[in-house]
Structures are given as C-alpha cells and as structure tokens.
C-alpha cells in the first residue's frame, strides 16, 4: 500500500481508509443472462435485503454508537460517534502513526504526526478551509463514521437469511468517504472480479447492522466494519494547549493529501 492510499483522506470526522488494490487479474467468463422470471426474483430477493441493511443503520441518527474499520490489519480506525449530541472521539492507526479527531458542536480538534510541516501537537481546524472530501459533519447523510452506506449502495445482489444477509458487492462503486474504500492498482484499472465481490452482513436483535464483512479476494484485502456500544454516553473534552492548524495541514487533507 502506498502511503497515499494509507492517507486518503478524512470524512465525517474520521479517516477514509483506502487501500490501493494490485494488478489486474485475468477477465473472467461472463455468465450467461439469466431467464427473465428468475432475474426478477433475484431483483426483488436483493431488494428486500438492502431495505433491512438500510433499515439496519437508522441508530446513526438516533443513539450513540460505536464504530471499528479494519482494512487488512494495516489500517484501523475505532470511532465513538453520538449525532444526537455532537460529539466524535477518532482514532485511526496507519503504518505511518497515528491520526486522533475529536469533534465537539461546530469544533473540529486534530492530532497526527503523518503529515509534513504540522507539528505533533492538537491543532483546531478552520471549516471554511477543510477541503469538500474531508466532509466534516453531524449533519443526516454524512454522519456514519463507520460509512455503511457507501457500502450498501454498492451491492449488486443479497440475500437474507435471518439476520444473516450475504451477497456481492462492486468495489469499484464504493463511494469515496469514510470507512472502507479501494483505489485501483497500477494503471488505474480493478480486476473485473472485483465487481462481484462477496460480502457478509448481519443485524442484532433489534435489526441493527452490527457487521459488514468483505473477505480478501480479487486482488482486494480483507476489511471489516462493526458497530456496537449502541447508546453508550461519548463524552469528548476539548484538548487542552490546542491551537489553529498551520497552513500546511489544510493541502494534505482529503483526497489529495501528501504524497
């Protein structure tokens, strides 16, 4: 992985977490189309899968919540999220460090020793000059900071079994934002299997959406996302000594972060 791809970029108060995926593989045979009737069913099976996963996620906006992204066991982030009260706690391991978040209101507080000319130190970031893909929000719809939605609006099939839903997903439409996000390898070219990649998913009791599995396969790594601690009280404290980002930090956030 490329340090850029260890950097990708910062959403809804925590890292987008990408990894850059390795060459392509062969292309492989292209199953022959499916009898209408048959396409259907698998339309409306599919169908009512999402509708649960997406059900699955409605807690983000209404209790407090935790979230943990592991991409590979290189990347890893463990976030403590309450939109209700706005508070963000983050922290999100690379080879390179370690980034912290803390989010309190309006306020935005970051540590990292990852990018150049910044400091070590807490700084406070000034939204008016956070890159758009940095998306820092409390705001409905970008406020996952396990990102599920992205993922949900790239599956291409799911069944449900119980509170078990697996299916494929298509890597290659995972939206940029945060959690789990891929990037193409030299060339800038997927394998085609990428564009059936397995997943796994499962709800708890409540019908909340507890894990999102994506097993390593077609050149991609192994990443998971999980949530739980649900209605956990995320007390944030604003860091003492903490002063206003260097001009250095606001390049190298987001997508086009450091090289």
């Known amino acids: 992985m490329t340090r850029r791809a260890t950097l990708a970029g910062i959403s809804a108060g925590l890292l987008l977490l990408g990894c850059s995926v390795g060459a392509p593989t062969k292309s492989e045979p292209k199953p022959e189309s499916a009898p209408v009737s048959a396409a259907s069913a698998d339309a409306t099976t599919t169908a009512e899968a999402v509708g649960l996963l997406r059900g699955g996620t409605a807690f983000v906006n209404q209790t407090s919540y935790r979230s943990d992204v592991d991409i590979a066991s290189q990347i890893t982030s463990l976030s403590h999220t309450d939109n209700v009260h706005k508070r963000l706690t983050a922290k999100v391991t690379a080879p390179g460090g370690v980034i ?3 989010m309190i209101d309006a ?9 150049r000319g910044v400091g070590d130190g807490w700084t406070v970031l000034d939204p008016a000059r956070v890159p758009s893909d940095f998306a820092l929000s409390f705001a409905p719809g970008k406020n996952d900071s396990g990102g599920s939605g992205r993922l949900i609006d790239a599956i291409v099939t799911a069944r449900a079994d119980g509170p078990e839903i697996s299916g494929t997903i298509d890597a290659t439409r995972i939206a940029a934002g945060n959690g789990i996000s891929f990037r193409p390898g030299p060339g800038g070219v997927f394998p085609d299997s990428a564009r059936r990649h ?14 999102f599995l994506m097993p390593e396969a077609s050149g991609l790594p192994n990443a998971s996302l999980r949530y739980s601690d649900f209605g956990t009280t995320v007390t944030v404290a604003r860091p003492p000594g903490a002063i206003a980002a260097p001009d250095a930090l606001y390049p190298q956030l987001g997508l086009g972060g450091g090289e």
């Not at 306020?107 to 990852?114: A, D, P």
């Open 100 to 102: 912290e978040i803390r």
């Open 107 to 115: 306020e935005v507080y970051m540590k990292t020793s990852l990018f």
């Open 198 to 211: 397995a997943f796994r998913a499962s709800l708890d009791t409540e019908g909340r959406l507890v894990s």
